[in-house]
């Protein structure tokens, strides 16, 4: 059982890494490209797993599928996003990256890896491991809640 103190101690931590990661921003990724965090994960999901329904990046995002909706279609209206016939079922739709958002993409991942080799560039080696161990813990935790 956590101790209240501890609890605390990770909602405060956990705010000021939101806060310094500037996600409290809605228009800015936290490495620092023009788009809502919401948009960078879908276009970053899309990007690593191909084509999917619309309800496939819900369950990826872990969003309801009408905010899909809307975050989709804000997405093909600035280019970045396709709606394609799915071959296998003709009844639904295949989401995919067109060329500018692949292109989008590609340089999305660049700036996030850029941003974390700096926030791991600050840390030493064994903190490093703790603080990669740690958080892979505590999103296992998060998926269990």
């Known amino acids: 059982m956590s101790r209240p103190a501890d609890a605390a101690t990770l909602q405060v931590s956990f ?6 990661l500037g996600l409290l921003r809605p228009d800015t990724t936290p490495c620092g490209q023009p788009m809502s965090v919401s948009e960078a994960h879908a276009i970053s999901e ?16 872990r969003l309801q599928k009408s905010t899909v909706s809307r975050l989709v279609d804000e997405l093909c209206a600035d280019g970045l996003v396709a709606r ?8 639904s739709v295949l989401l995919e990256l ?10 999305l991942a660049n700036a996030r890896q850029a941003l974390f080799g700096r926030l791991l560039d600050r840390l030493t080696t064994e903190d490093r491991r703790l ?12 998926d269990a809640s």
């Open 98 to 107: 067109t060329p500018l958002g692949r292109s989008r993409a590609e340089r």
């Open 15 to 20: 705010s000021t890494v939101v806060r310094a």
């Open 131 to 142: 603080v990669i161990a740690g958080l892979d813990r505590l999103a296992r935790a998060a």
């Open 46 to 61: 899309l990007h690593a797993a191909g084509p999917v329904t619309q309800q496939g990046l819900a369950n990826r995002l």
């Open 84 to 91: 394609n016939t799915n071959p296998v079922d003709r009844r």
